[in-house]
Protein backbone atom coordinates (compact mmCIF):
# COMPACT_ATOMS: atom_id res chain seq x y z
CA UNK A 1 0.00 0.00 0.00
CA UNK A 2 1.30 3.43 -0.66
CA UNK A 3 1.51 6.50 0.91
CA UNK A 4 1.06 5.47 4.05
CA UNK A 5 -2.86 5.47 3.59
CA UNK A 6 -4.90 3.45 5.54
CA UNK A 7 -7.62 0.89 3.71
CA UNK A 8 -10.19 2.90 1.81
CA UNK A 9 -8.14 6.28 2.15
CA UNK A 10 -6.77 8.34 -0.72
CA UNK A 11 -3.23 7.13 -1.81
CA UNK A 12 -3.79 3.36 -1.32
CA UNK A 13 -2.47 1.31 -4.66
CA UNK A 14 -4.37 -0.05 -7.80
CA UNK A 15 -6.20 -3.16 -6.71
CA UNK A 16 -8.29 -5.02 -8.84
CA UNK A 17 -11.25 -4.03 -8.23
CA UNK A 18 -13.33 -1.44 -10.63
CA UNK A 19 -12.65 2.09 -10.26
CA UNK A 20 -15.64 3.50 -8.46
CA UNK A 21 -18.86 4.64 -10.24
CA UNK A 22 -18.14 8.66 -10.06
CA UNK A 23 -14.49 7.87 -10.75
CA UNK A 24 -11.93 10.84 -8.83
CA UNK A 25 -15.36 12.48 -7.74
CA UNK A 26 -16.11 9.90 -5.34
CA UNK A 27 -13.18 11.32 -2.92
CA UNK A 28 -13.89 14.43 -1.25
CA UNK A 29 -10.20 15.42 -1.12
CA UNK A 30 -10.54 15.79 -4.98
CA UNK A 31 -13.65 17.32 -5.63
CA UNK A 32 -11.97 20.29 -2.91
CA UNK A 33 -8.89 19.96 -5.05
CA UNK A 34 -10.79 20.27 -8.71
CA UNK A 35 -13.19 23.35 -7.38
CA UNK A 36 -9.73 25.02 -6.70
CA UNK A 37 -7.95 24.22 -9.96
CA UNK A 38 -11.59 25.27 -11.44
CA UNK A 39 -11.37 28.35 -10.08
CA UNK A 40 -7.51 29.33 -10.80
CA UNK A 41 -7.91 28.86 -14.17
CA UNK A 42 -11.05 30.95 -14.93
CA UNK A 43 -8.99 33.64 -13.02
CA UNK A 44 -5.88 32.79 -15.87
CA UNK A 45 -8.46 33.34 -18.45
CA UNK A 46 -8.77 36.85 -17.69
CA UNK A 47 -4.55 37.20 -17.55
CA UNK A 48 -4.27 35.68 -21.05
CA UNK A 49 -6.90 37.79 -22.54
CA UNK A 50 -5.73 41.09 -20.56
CA UNK A 51 -2.25 40.84 -21.18
CA UNK A 52 -2.87 40.45 -25.10
CA UNK A 53 -5.49 43.91 -24.74
CA UNK A 54 -2.94 45.47 -22.59
CA UNK A 55 0.06 45.16 -24.90
CA UNK A 56 -1.39 45.01 -28.45
CA UNK A 57 -4.84 48.20 -27.49
CA UNK A 58 -3.62 49.76 -23.80
CA UNK A 59 0.28 50.53 -24.70
CA UNK A 60 -0.09 50.13 -28.48
CA UNK A 61 2.48 47.65 -29.28
CA UNK A 62 3.30 45.66 -32.30
CA UNK A 63 2.45 42.02 -32.51
CA UNK A 64 5.54 40.61 -32.09
CA UNK A 65 5.62 42.17 -28.74
CA UNK A 66 2.76 39.72 -27.72
CA UNK A 67 5.34 37.00 -28.47
CA UNK A 68 8.24 38.33 -26.53
CA UNK A 69 5.44 38.62 -23.62
CA UNK A 70 4.61 35.28 -23.99
CA UNK A 71 8.57 33.55 -24.45
CA UNK A 72 9.32 35.46 -21.38
CA UNK A 73 6.72 33.44 -19.48
CA UNK A 74 6.96 30.49 -20.97
CA UNK A 75 11.40 30.41 -21.11
CA UNK A 76 11.51 30.54 -16.99
CA UNK A 77 8.75 27.91 -16.60
CA UNK A 78 11.34 25.81 -18.92
CA UNK A 79 14.18 26.20 -17.35
CA UNK A 80 13.06 25.58 -13.91
CA UNK A 81 9.95 22.67 -14.00
CA UNK A 82 13.34 19.99 -13.68
CA UNK A 83 14.18 21.87 -10.08
CA UNK A 84 10.63 22.57 -9.25
CA UNK A 85 9.58 18.73 -9.49
CA UNK A 86 13.12 17.88 -7.16
CA UNK A 87 10.79 20.30 -4.70
CA UNK A 88 7.62 18.51 -5.27
CA UNK A 89 9.33 15.49 -4.32
CA UNK A 90 11.04 16.80 -0.75
CA UNK A 91 8.31 19.48 0.13
CA UNK A 92 4.73 19.06 1.05
CA UNK A 93 2.52 19.89 -1.99
CA UNK A 94 0.47 21.60 -0.61
CA UNK A 95 3.11 24.06 1.14
CA UNK A 96 4.41 24.61 -2.43
CA UNK A 97 0.64 25.04 -4.15
CA UNK A 98 -0.43 27.65 -1.65
CA UNK A 99 3.08 29.70 -1.28
CA UNK A 100 3.69 29.37 -5.26
CA UNK A 101 -0.43 30.86 -5.98
CA UNK A 102 -0.01 33.31 -3.00
CA UNK A 103 2.96 34.60 -4.31
CA UNK A 104 1.18 34.59 -8.27
CA UNK A 105 -1.93 36.49 -6.40
CA UNK A 106 0.52 39.27 -5.06
CA UNK A 107 1.91 39.35 -8.99
CA UNK A 108 -1.43 39.88 -10.48
CA UNK A 109 -2.79 42.24 -7.73
CA UNK A 110 0.46 44.14 -8.35
CA UNK A 111 0.57 44.78 -11.62
CA UNK A 112 -3.66 45.40 -11.47
CA UNK A 113 -3.15 48.53 -9.53
CA UNK A 114 -0.02 49.59 -11.95
CA UNK A 115 -2.56 49.33 -15.16
CA UNK A 116 -5.25 51.45 -12.83
CA UNK A 117 -2.72 54.19 -12.02
CA UNK A 118 -1.16 54.80 -15.58
CA UNK A 119 2.61 53.47 -14.35
CA UNK A 120 2.34 50.51 -16.53
CA UNK A 121 5.05 49.83 -19.42
CA UNK A 122 6.01 47.21 -21.82
CA UNK A 123 9.25 46.33 -19.79
CA UNK A 124 7.37 45.98 -16.52
CA UNK A 125 4.48 43.75 -18.60
CA UNK A 126 8.16 41.61 -19.33
CA UNK A 127 9.26 41.50 -16.48
CA UNK A 128 5.86 40.40 -14.77
CA UNK A 129 5.48 37.61 -17.31
CA UNK A 130 8.81 36.13 -16.29
CA UNK A 131 7.88 36.44 -12.75
CA UNK A 132 4.62 34.18 -13.41
CA UNK A 133 6.16 32.27 -15.81
CA UNK A 134 9.01 30.85 -12.51
CA UNK A 135 5.62 30.66 -9.81
CA UNK A 136 4.21 28.64 -12.34
CA UNK A 137 7.14 26.29 -12.64
CA UNK A 138 7.09 25.93 -8.76
CA UNK A 139 3.20 24.84 -8.80
CA UNK A 140 3.10 23.04 -11.98
CA UNK A 141 5.25 19.64 -10.68
CA UNK A 142 3.45 19.87 -7.39
CA UNK A 143 0.28 20.16 -9.09
CA UNK A 144 0.27 16.87 -10.77
CA UNK A 145 2.42 14.68 -7.68
CA UNK A 146 -0.67 15.76 -5.14
CA UNK A 147 -2.87 13.32 -7.03
CA UNK A 148 -1.93 10.01 -5.78
CA UNK A 149 -2.79 11.61 -2.38
CA UNK A 150 -6.30 12.50 -3.20
CA UNK A 151 -7.94 9.28 -4.91
CA UNK A 152 -6.91 5.66 -4.73
CA UNK A 153 -4.96 5.13 -8.39
CA UNK A 154 -7.61 2.98 -9.73
CA UNK A 155 -9.30 6.16 -9.99
CA UNK A 156 -6.65 7.85 -12.23
CA UNK A 157 -7.64 8.17 -15.28
CA UNK A 158 -10.31 10.18 -14.33
CA UNK A 159 -8.51 12.46 -12.36
CA UNK A 160 -6.26 12.97 -14.96
CA UNK A 161 -9.05 13.17 -17.45
CA UNK A 162 -11.57 15.68 -15.01
CA UNK A 163 -8.52 18.36 -14.71
CA UNK A 164 -7.67 18.00 -18.51
CA UNK A 165 -11.67 18.76 -18.83
CA UNK A 166 -11.21 21.83 -16.92
CA UNK A 167 -8.95 23.94 -19.80
CA UNK A 168 -10.68 22.38 -22.33
CA UNK A 169 -14.60 23.60 -20.89
CA UNK A 170 -12.27 27.06 -20.16
CA UNK A 171 -11.48 26.85 -24.04
CA UNK A 172 -14.79 27.04 -24.87
CA UNK A 173 -16.56 29.69 -22.81
CA UNK A 174 -13.48 31.72 -21.62
CA UNK A 175 -12.79 33.65 -24.40
CA UNK A 176 -16.43 34.87 -24.53
CA UNK A 177 -16.91 35.50 -19.97
CA UNK A 178 -13.15 36.88 -20.20
CA UNK A 179 -13.77 39.30 -23.55
CA UNK A 180 -17.26 40.31 -22.04
CA UNK A 181 -16.12 41.46 -18.52
CA UNK A 182 -12.63 42.87 -19.82
CA UNK A 183 -15.09 45.53 -22.14
CA UNK A 184 -17.34 45.89 -19.00
CA UNK A 185 -14.79 46.75 -16.30
CA UNK A 186 -11.70 47.19 -18.09
CA UNK A 187 -8.07 45.66 -18.09
CA UNK A 188 -6.73 46.90 -15.01
CA UNK A 189 -9.81 45.55 -13.05
CA UNK A 190 -9.48 42.22 -15.27
CA UNK A 191 -6.37 41.77 -13.33
CA UNK A 192 -8.11 42.35 -9.91
CA UNK A 193 -10.27 39.20 -11.50
CA UNK A 194 -7.42 37.21 -12.27
CA UNK A 195 -5.77 37.78 -8.68
CA UNK A 196 -9.01 36.79 -6.93
CA UNK A 197 -9.10 33.05 -8.46
CA UNK A 198 -6.06 32.44 -7.53
CA UNK A 199 -6.70 33.72 -3.53
CA UNK A 200 -9.76 31.30 -3.29
CA UNK A 201 -7.93 28.69 -5.24
CA UNK A 202 -5.15 29.12 -2.48
CA UNK A 203 -7.82 28.90 0.36
CA UNK A 204 -9.32 25.74 -0.93
CA UNK A 205 -6.14 24.39 -1.44
CA UNK A 206 -4.84 25.17 2.27
CA UNK A 207 -7.56 23.26 3.42
CA UNK A 208 -6.59 19.83 1.81
CA UNK A 209 -7.10 17.01 3.45
CA UNK A 210 -4.21 14.29 2.33
CA UNK A 211 -2.83 11.18 2.68
CA UNK A 212 1.05 11.36 4.01
CA UNK A 213 3.95 12.09 1.77
CA UNK A 214 5.75 9.32 0.09
CA UNK A 215 8.41 7.98 2.30
CA UNK A 216 11.62 7.77 0.62
CA UNK A 217 13.39 4.36 -0.33
CA UNK A 218 16.75 4.58 1.02
CA UNK A 219 19.69 4.33 -1.29
CA UNK A 220 17.46 6.51 -3.44
CA UNK A 221 18.46 8.95 -6.05
CA UNK A 222 17.58 12.81 -4.49
CA UNK A 223 19.66 14.59 -7.11
CA UNK A 224 18.20 17.32 -9.62
CA UNK A 225 18.49 15.34 -12.93
CA UNK A 226 17.09 11.63 -11.51
CA UNK A 227 14.01 12.19 -12.72
CA UNK A 228 15.54 12.73 -16.26
CA UNK A 229 17.94 10.51 -16.13
CA UNK A 230 14.78 7.65 -14.96
CA UNK A 231 13.11 9.21 -18.14
CA UNK A 232 15.85 7.85 -21.03
CA UNK A 233 16.69 4.70 -18.92
CA UNK A 234 13.04 3.38 -19.46
CA UNK A 235 12.19 3.02 -23.10
CA UNK A 236 8.19 3.45 -22.21
CA UNK A 237 8.24 6.18 -20.27
CA UNK A 238 11.00 8.11 -22.99
CA UNK A 239 8.16 7.21 -25.47
CA UNK A 240 5.48 9.08 -23.74
CA UNK A 241 7.27 12.32 -22.94
CA UNK A 242 9.00 12.43 -26.18
CA UNK A 243 5.49 12.80 -27.85
CA UNK A 244 4.60 15.02 -25.79
CA UNK A 245 7.51 17.16 -26.37
CA UNK A 246 7.20 16.51 -30.27
CA UNK A 247 3.45 17.21 -30.21
CA UNK A 248 3.97 20.70 -28.09
CA UNK A 249 6.84 21.87 -29.93
CA UNK A 250 6.18 21.26 -33.99
CA UNK A 251 1.87 19.95 -33.70
CA UNK A 252 0.17 22.57 -31.36
CA UNK A 253 1.37 25.81 -33.23
CA UNK A 254 -1.57 25.98 -34.84
CA UNK A 255 -3.15 27.46 -31.88
CA UNK A 256 -0.90 30.59 -31.96
CA UNK A 257 -1.25 30.95 -35.29
CA UNK A 258 -5.38 30.70 -35.80
CA UNK A 259 -6.08 34.37 -35.90
CA UNK A 260 -3.70 34.14 -39.32
CA UNK A 261 -6.00 31.21 -41.04
CA UNK A 262 -9.28 33.53 -39.79
CA UNK A 263 -8.13 36.57 -41.41
CA UNK A 264 -6.36 35.96 -44.16
CA UNK A 265 -6.86 32.07 -45.05
CA UNK A 266 -10.05 31.71 -44.23
CA UNK A 267 -11.47 35.52 -44.90
CA UNK A 268 -14.12 34.83 -41.51
CA UNK A 269 -12.82 37.43 -39.45
CA UNK A 270 -13.12 37.59 -35.48
CA UNK A 271 -16.36 36.30 -35.57
CA UNK A 272 -15.06 33.10 -37.57
CA UNK A 273 -11.69 32.89 -34.91
CA UNK A 274 -13.77 32.47 -32.08
CA UNK A 275 -15.99 29.79 -33.55
CA UNK A 276 -12.96 28.02 -34.66
CA UNK A 277 -11.30 27.98 -30.56
CA UNK A 278 -14.97 27.18 -29.75
CA UNK A 279 -14.84 23.70 -31.77
CA UNK A 280 -11.41 23.19 -31.06
CA UNK A 281 -12.29 22.91 -27.24
CA UNK A 282 -15.38 21.07 -27.75
CA UNK A 283 -13.34 18.73 -29.61
CA UNK A 284 -11.12 18.94 -26.69
CA UNK A 285 -13.58 18.15 -23.78
CA UNK A 286 -15.18 15.12 -25.57
CA UNK A 287 -11.88 13.85 -25.82
CA UNK A 288 -11.14 13.82 -22.52
CA UNK A 289 -14.42 12.34 -21.31
CA UNK A 290 -13.72 9.71 -23.57
CA UNK A 291 -10.75 8.98 -21.51
CA UNK A 292 -12.38 8.31 -18.50
CA UNK A 293 -14.79 5.70 -20.13
CA UNK A 294 -11.92 4.33 -21.92
CA UNK A 295 -8.86 5.28 -20.59
CA UNK A 296 -8.15 2.16 -18.99
CA UNK A 297 -8.24 -0.24 -21.78
CA UNK A 298 -5.34 -2.77 -22.59
CA UNK A 299 -5.14 -0.92 -26.04
CA UNK A 300 -4.50 2.34 -24.53
CA UNK A 301 -1.24 2.40 -26.06
CA UNK A 302 -2.10 1.77 -29.32
CA UNK A 303 -4.90 4.30 -29.01
CA UNK A 304 -2.19 6.87 -27.90
CA UNK A 305 0.03 6.35 -31.08
CA UNK A 306 -2.76 5.84 -33.21
CA UNK A 307 -4.88 9.32 -32.44
CA UNK A 308 -1.31 11.05 -31.87
CA UNK A 309 -0.89 10.23 -35.75
CA UNK A 310 -4.01 11.32 -36.32
CA UNK A 311 -3.71 14.11 -34.98
CA UNK A 312 -0.91 15.50 -37.29
CA UNK A 313 -3.27 14.15 -40.28
CA UNK A 314 -5.83 16.68 -39.19
CA UNK A 315 -3.71 19.75 -37.66
CA UNK A 316 -2.31 19.02 -41.69
CA UNK A 317 -5.88 19.16 -43.49
CA UNK A 318 -6.65 22.42 -40.90
CA UNK A 319 -3.53 23.64 -42.78
CA UNK A 320 -4.59 22.86 -46.15
CA UNK A 321 -8.29 23.92 -46.16
CA UNK A 322 -9.79 26.78 -47.90
CA UNK A 323 -13.20 25.79 -47.00
CA UNK A 324 -14.62 27.28 -43.05
CA UNK A 325 -16.95 24.33 -42.62
CA UNK A 326 -14.10 21.41 -43.46
CA UNK A 327 -11.73 23.53 -41.29
CA UNK A 328 -14.20 23.72 -38.15
CA UNK A 329 -14.97 19.68 -38.63
CA UNK A 330 -10.88 19.25 -38.40
CA UNK A 331 -10.29 21.80 -35.32
CA UNK A 332 -13.10 19.57 -33.94
CA UNK A 333 -11.25 16.23 -34.54
CA UNK A 334 -7.78 17.53 -33.43
CA UNK A 335 -9.24 18.83 -30.74
CA UNK A 336 -10.67 15.28 -29.68
CA UNK A 337 -7.59 13.53 -30.43
CA UNK A 338 -4.94 15.40 -28.80
CA UNK A 339 -6.48 15.74 -25.59
CA UNK A 340 -6.91 11.72 -25.98
CA UNK A 341 -3.45 10.99 -26.38
CA UNK A 342 -1.87 13.75 -23.89
CA UNK A 343 -4.47 12.24 -21.41
CA UNK A 344 -3.16 8.39 -21.60
CA UNK A 345 0.09 9.91 -21.08
CA UNK A 346 -0.09 11.55 -18.46
CA UNK A 347 -2.20 8.67 -17.00
CA UNK A 348 0.68 6.34 -17.51
CA UNK A 349 3.19 8.24 -15.81
CA UNK A 350 1.18 9.08 -12.51
CA UNK A 351 0.17 5.01 -12.26
CA UNK A 352 3.67 3.53 -13.54
CA UNK A 353 6.34 6.13 -11.77
CA UNK A 354 7.56 5.53 -8.30
CA UNK A 355 6.50 7.80 -5.98
CA UNK A 356 9.93 8.62 -4.77
CA UNK A 357 10.29 10.39 -8.48
CA UNK A 358 7.50 11.42 -9.05
CA UNK A 359 7.42 15.50 -8.38
CA UNK A 360 10.99 15.25 -10.99
CA UNK A 361 9.49 13.21 -13.78
CA UNK A 362 5.51 15.07 -13.76
CA UNK A 363 8.04 18.10 -13.71
CA UNK A 364 10.02 17.04 -16.78
CA UNK A 365 6.31 16.13 -18.34
CA UNK A 366 4.96 19.55 -17.41
CA UNK A 367 8.09 21.25 -19.41
CA UNK A 368 6.84 19.91 -22.57
CA UNK A 369 3.00 21.67 -22.22
CA UNK A 370 5.24 25.19 -22.53
CA UNK A 371 7.51 24.36 -25.59
CA UNK A 372 3.95 25.40 -27.53
CA UNK A 373 5.13 28.91 -27.23
CA UNK A 374 8.62 28.12 -28.48
CA UNK A 375 7.46 26.22 -31.23
CA UNK A 376 4.53 28.75 -32.08
CA UNK A 377 7.40 31.37 -32.33
CA UNK A 378 9.26 29.22 -34.43
CA UNK A 379 6.58 28.45 -36.67
CA UNK A 380 5.66 31.67 -37.13
CA UNK A 381 9.05 33.17 -37.98
CA UNK A 382 9.01 30.04 -40.50
CA UNK A 383 5.59 31.38 -42.27
CA UNK A 384 7.56 34.72 -42.77
CA UNK A 385 9.44 32.37 -45.95
CA UNK A 386 7.20 29.39 -46.68
CA UNK A 387 3.74 30.93 -45.73
CA UNK A 388 1.79 29.84 -42.68
CA UNK A 389 -0.24 27.14 -43.96
CA UNK A 390 3.07 25.31 -45.21
CA UNK A 391 4.51 25.68 -42.27
CA UNK A 392 1.84 24.54 -39.78
CA UNK A 393 1.50 21.21 -42.00
CA UNK A 394 5.02 20.33 -41.91
CA UNK A 395 4.52 20.34 -37.70
CA UNK A 396 1.59 18.43 -38.04
CA UNK A 397 2.81 15.52 -40.12
CA UNK A 398 6.39 15.46 -38.60
CA UNK A 399 4.34 14.80 -35.29
CA UNK A 400 2.28 11.88 -37.38
CA UNK A 401 5.74 10.47 -38.41
CA UNK A 402 7.05 10.48 -35.23
CA UNK A 403 4.08 8.42 -33.61
CA UNK A 404 4.71 5.94 -36.30
CA UNK A 405 7.97 5.84 -35.47
CA UNK A 406 7.23 5.07 -31.86
CA UNK A 407 4.78 2.67 -32.77
CA UNK A 408 7.81 0.57 -34.57
CA UNK A 409 10.33 0.94 -32.36
CA UNK A 410 8.57 0.85 -28.81
CA UNK A 411 6.61 -2.64 -28.04
CA UNK A 412 6.77 -1.31 -24.04
CA UNK A 413 3.98 1.63 -25.60
CA UNK A 414 2.16 -0.62 -27.68
CA UNK A 415 1.29 -3.74 -25.07
CA UNK A 416 1.06 -1.09 -21.83
CA UNK A 417 -1.14 -2.73 -19.39
CA UNK A 418 -4.95 -2.28 -18.13
CA UNK A 419 -4.90 0.04 -15.08
CA UNK A 420 -6.84 -2.68 -13.47
CA UNK A 421 -4.13 -5.16 -13.34
CA UNK A 422 -2.32 -3.32 -11.28
CA UNK A 423 0.57 -2.22 -12.65
CA UNK A 424 3.93 -1.91 -10.27
CA UNK A 425 6.25 1.43 -11.13
CA UNK A 426 9.38 0.73 -12.94
CA UNK A 427 12.11 0.74 -11.05
CA UNK A 428 15.11 2.30 -11.55
CA UNK A 429 17.27 -0.64 -12.00
CA UNK A 430 14.39 -1.57 -14.26
CA UNK A 431 14.67 -1.40 -18.30
CA UNK A 432 10.67 -0.70 -19.53
Not at 74 to 100: M, N, Q, Y
Not at 279 to 299: D, E, H, I, M, P
Not at 315 to 320: I, K, Y
Amino acid sequence: MAWGARPGQAGQATDDSPAPRLGAFSYPAYRRFWFASLVRVFGMQFHIFAAGWLVVAELDRSPVWLGIVGLSQALPTIVLSVPAGLLADRFEHRKLLVIGQSLSTLNYLALALLVVTGLVNIWIVIGWAILIGALSAISNPAQQAILPRLIEMRAMASAVAFNSAIWNSMRIVGPAVAGVLIAAIGVGQAFFVAGAGFAVSTLLIATLRLAPMPVRSPGSDNSLLSGLRYIFAHRLFLAVVGLSFFSSLFGMSYQFLMPIFANEVLAVGSTGYGTMAAFAGVGGLLGTLSVVKFGATRYRGQLMIATAALFGVMVAGFAMSTWFALSLGLLFVAGFLSSVYLNVGMTTLQVMVPNELRGRVMGVWSMTWFLTSVGGFVVGAGAELVGTPAMVATGGLAVTAFAVGLYAISPELRSLPRLESSPRPLRSGARG
